[in-house]
Every structure is written in C-alpha cells, then in structure tokens.
C-alpha cells in the first residue's frame, strides 16, 4: 500500500481503528516543540475549572472518524515535523492513540501527549488491560505533559502548559513510568 506512505499493516491498523474527534491545529507552535500538528481528542472526565477546551469534555460530542483520517491530515503538512495528541483526555482512547503514535513514530515524527492524569494515576487508575495500552503508548512518545489545569496556577512563564502544576517529561532522559 504506497497511500500516504503506508504498509499494508499500517492502513489496516488505521483504516480499522475508530477515534472521536474534536478538531485540529494545523502548524502549532504553542502545543510542543517546534511546528506540529497537534490532534485534539473528544472526551474527558476531569472538568477543569477554566480549562480552555471545555468544547471537548463530551464523551458524546466530537467527529466520528478513523485514525486514517487522522494520519491523512498529519501526513498533509510538509511543515510540521512533530505531532501533538491533546485533547479532551487522549488516554480515554487508547486505541486510537497508540494506532496513531505508533505509525506516526515510525514515519519520524516527534510525538508529544497531553494528559490531565498525574504521572502516579496513569498506569494505576484504569484496567490491567488499559494499562497494557497505556505503557505502549509511552513507548512511542517523546515528551508526556501531565496534570490537571489549575485556574488559580495559570501561567504564561512555563512553556506548553497552562498552569504551573503540569508537568513536562522528556522520557529519553526523565521517564517516570520506568
Ligand atoms: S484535563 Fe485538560 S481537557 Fe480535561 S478538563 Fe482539564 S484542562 Fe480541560
């Protein structure tokens, strides 16, 4: 399969996953480093107060569509270099994230995920299943950034997050889930 720099494995990965959606950044500077395409996932349960994508909180709400899709739209920019998975809660689909950071990894892309999990809750608050899912997923990424958004911590001195609890994780040499 010569589509969009794909193998057979990889579209058929893609092509069956399904992923809710709420929207993208094309040529962000402001979710990671560098220029990226930053993919925000629909859904997330923690209801920040202030929390500046409250459009995404509805598990019902969002775009149905697949990781194909996706892919498609970050293979579509020849300026970014990196891609940013955000949301919403991305690890409330871990499915479609690790399809996703897996094959856009493997095309060399710099892969960074927003969660608003502390680095204690996410490989202990969710299924021994989810967990699995979840270390694969930090295998692909290159920089994790966690924590809640806190109104009352809300910065604009720390890069890449919203307020000054969030933490940023280069896991090449800080991997707290190791
Ligand atoms: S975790 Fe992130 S997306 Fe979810 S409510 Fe908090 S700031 Fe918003």
Same mark, same amino acid.
């Given at each position: 399969?010569? $589509?969009?720099?794909?193998?057979?494995?990889?579209?058929?990965?893609? +092509?069956? $996953?399904?992923?809710?959606?709420?929207?993208?950044?094309?040529? /962000?500077?402001?979710?990671?480093?560098?220029?990226?395409?930053?993919?925000?996932?629909?859904?997330?349960?923690?209801? @920040?107060?202030?929390?500046? =994508?409250?459009?995404?909180?509805? +598990?019902?709400?969002?775009?149905?569509?697949?990781?194909?899709?996706?892919?498609?739209?970050?293979?579509? /920019?020849?300026?970014?270099?990196?891609?940013?998975?955000?949301?919403?809660?991305?690890?409330?689909?871990?499915?479609?994230?690790?399809?996703?950071? +897996?094959? @856009?990894?493997?095309?060399?892309?710099?892969?960074?995920?927003?969660?608003?999990?502390?680095?204690?809750?996410?490989? $202990?608050? @969710? $299924?021994?299943?989810?967990?699995? &899912?979840?270390? +694969?997923? &930090?295998? @692909?990424?290159?920089?994790?950034?966690?924590?809640?958004?806190?109104?009352?911590?809300?910065?604009?001195?720390?890069?890449?997050?919203?307020? /000054? =609890?969030?933490?940023?994780?280069?896991?090449?040499?800080?991997?707290?889930?190791?």
């Amino acid at each position: 399969m010569q $589509t969009l720099d794909l193998s057979e494995e990889e579209y058929s990965l893609l +092509k069956n $996953t399904p992923v809710c959606l709420a929207g993208y950044q094309h040529e /962000s500077v402001v979710d990671g480093p560098g220029v990226r395409t930053a993919v925000f996932f629909q859904g997330c349960d923690f209801h @920040c107060p202030g929390c500046h =994508n409250a459009g995404t909180h509805d +598990k019902s709400g969002g775009t149905a569509v697949t990781a194909f899709d996706v892919y498609a739209e970050i293979y579509g /920019s020849k300026l970014a270099k990196g891609v940013t998975f955000s949301g919403g809660e991305p690890f409330l689909q871990e499915e479609a994230l690790l399809a996703l950071a +897996k094959v @856009c990894k493997a095309k060399g892309r710099h892969i960074t995920v927003y969660t608003g999990h502390e680095v204690s809750e996410l490989l $202990t608050i @969710c $299924t021994a299943e989810r967990a699995e &899912l979840r270390r +694969k997923i &930090l295998a @692909c990424a290159d920089l994790v950034i966690t924590g809640r958004f806190v109104q009352e911590l809300k910065t604009a001195e720390k890069p890449f997050v919203g307020s /000054s =609890n969030q933490e940023l994780y280069e896991l090449a040499v800080n991997n707290p889930w190791k």
